[in-house]
């Protein structure tokens, strides 16, 4: 880091010299015009002109010549993804096997903005194309918070009412949380490294982190409205009404309304609701804990599925308190 002397001219006019390096870097001469960007923590951004408004792009090529799992190049892709690599090249000499380049169309078709631009027998080119103005990170929470809590929702509301078809799309319902979760990854990552994707999506930067963590704890919340879901199934096929079933419904909503008021504590940025929220959360847990002991007078599957459901329920209020915690934690600035 170089440190630079403020200096006035002309009486009014303050000015500071440029690095040589810098200017040299970037075939800056005399009479150019630079773009001086004021950033919202007050800090500046010096920028040759109109290249302030173009994101930067990041190029990652990844050689899987000793990759055959389909399952580990997904994670690999998923994970250039999430880092920000607006171009993720994938190659193999002299040819990439059919079941990786499978792995690789399953990864484009779940994921938002990406597209095969290039493709030959050795090598697949993912370009970025979205528009990060075009998906702002509130809408994306939004989405992500409505498809969480019909998730939860239809999988107690299938066990209760014996409507085992309600769970058979649950998997595909996840992945679409799933996507939207990596979405807000990448552009948080994004946003770490290249100021102007904030400014584009209208966001002060700091704030990334926030979306991020928010997106990571519903996908969590997602997950156990799978569980749910998978042990409902499980239950429905012993075909057995327990007496519970009233209290895990009762539950249930205890737990959505800790989630909703969570979201919307964090929209409406109310610092004294979130904090009342996180307080709801030790009745619920009290009161999953009495089920629990009622649903360990059940014997064998349906006794361990009745307690992974009243867990999942349970796991679920809790996060969404963690999603309180963080409103306070952003607010209290």
Same mark, same amino acid.
């Given at each position: 880091?170089?440190? %630079?002397?403020? &200096?006035?001219?002309?009486?009014?006019?303050? =000015?500071?010299?440029?690095?040589?390096?810098?200017?040299?870097? %970037?075939?800056?001469?005399?009479?150019?015009?630079?773009?001086?960007?004021?950033?919202?923590?007050?800090?500046?951004?010096?920028?040759?002109?109109?290249?302030?408004?173009? $994101? *930067?792009?990041?190029?990652?090529?990844?050689?899987?010549?000793?990759?055959?799992?389909?399952?580990?190049?997904?994670?690999?892709?998923?994970?250039?993804?999430? @880092?920000?690599?607006?171009?993720?090249?994938? &190659?193999?000499?002299?040819?990439?096997?059919?079941?990786?380049?499978?792995?690789?169309?399953?990864?484009? &078709?779940?994921?938002?903005?990406?597209?095969?631009?290039?493709?030959?027998?050795?090598? !697949?080119?993912?370009?970025?194309?979205?528009?990060?103005?075009?998906?702002?990170?509130?809408?994306?929470?939004?989405? #992500?918070?409505?498809?969480?809590?019909?998730?939860?929702?239809?999988?107690?509301?299938?066990?209760?009412?014996?409507?085992?078809?309600?769970? *058979?799309? #649950?998997?595909?319902?996840? #992945?679409? /949380?799933?996507?939207?979760?990596?979405?807000?990854?990448? &552009?948080?990552?994004?946003?770490?490294?290249? %100021?102007?994707?904030?400014?584009?999506?209208?966001?002060?930067?700091?704030?990334?982190?926030?979306?991020?963590? !928010?997106?990571?704890?519903?996908?969590?919340?997602?997950?156990?409205?799978?569980? /749910?879901?998978?042990?409902?199934?499980?239950?429905?096929?012993?075909?057995?009404?327990?007496?519970?079933?009233?209290?895990?419904?009762?539950? *249930?909503?205890?737990?959505?309304? !800790?989630?909703?008021?969570? +979201?919307?504590?964090?929209?409406?940025?109310?610092?004294?609701?979130?904090? $009342?929220?996180?307080?709801?959360?030790?009745?619920?847990?009290?009161?999953?804990?009495? =089920?629990?002991?009622?649903?360990?007078?059940?014997?064998? +599957?349906?006794?361990?599925?009745?307690?992974? /459901?009243?867990?999942?329920? @349970?796991?679920?209020?809790?996060? *969404?308190?963690?999603?309180?915690?963080?409103?306070?934690?952003?607010? =209290?600035?």
């Amino acid at each position: 880091m170089e440190k %630079r002397k403020v &200096q006035m001219t002309g009486g009014s006019s303050y =000015i500071i010299t440029l690095p040589k390096e810098w200017v040299n870097a %970037r075939g800056i001469k005399k009479n150019d015009v630079l773009d001086i960007i004021e950033n919202s923590d007050g800090s500046l951004s010096i920028v040759p002109e109109g290249k302030g408004k173009k $994101r *930067s792009e990041k190029s990652i090529r990844i050689d899987c010549k000793e990759i055959n799992d389909p399952n580990f190049i997904f994670r690999m892709l998923v994970a250039a993804y999430i @880092r920000g690599y607006t171009t993720i090249i994938v &190659q193999r000499e002299p040819s990439i096997p059919p079941e990786l380049r499978t792995s690789v169309r399953r990864f484009v &078709q779940n994921t938002v903005g990406l597209e095969i631009i290039e493709e030959d027998e050795s090598t !697949i080119e993912i370009k970025d194309l979205l528009d990060p103005s075009e998906m702002p990170p509130e809408r994306t929470i939004k989405r #992500m918070y409505m498809l969480v809590k019909n998730m939860h929702e239809d999988a107690i509301y299938a066990l209760l009412k014996g409507k085992s078809d309600i769970l *058979s799309d #649950m998997g595909e319902r996840d #992945m679409e /949380i799933d996507r939207l979760y990596w979405l807000i990854a990448h &552009q948080y990552n994004s946003i770490s490294c290249d %100021r102007k994707i904030a400014e584009k999506l209208g966001i002060d930067p700091g704030l990334g982190v926030y979306y991020f963590l !928010i997106a990571k704890t519903m996908e969590r919340i997602g997950d156990h409205a799978v569980r /749910i879901s998978e042990n409902g199934m499980r239950i429905l096929k012993l075909d057995k009404k327990p007496a519970i079933f009233e209290r895990i419904e009762e539950a *249930s909503k205890m737990s959505m309304e !800790i989630f909703t008021e969570s +979201i919307d504590s964090w929209i409406r940025k109310d610092i004294k609701n979130a904090n $009342r929220n996180i307080e709801n959360v030790r009745e619920l847990v009290k009161y999953c804990e009495e =089920i629990s002991e009622s649903a360990l007078r059940e014997k064998g +599957i349906m006794a361990v599925s009745l307690n992974s /459901i009243i867990e999942s329920i @349970r796991r679920t209020g809790e996060y *969404s308190a963690d999603l309180s915690e963080m409103a306070i934690n952003y607010l =209290i600035k």
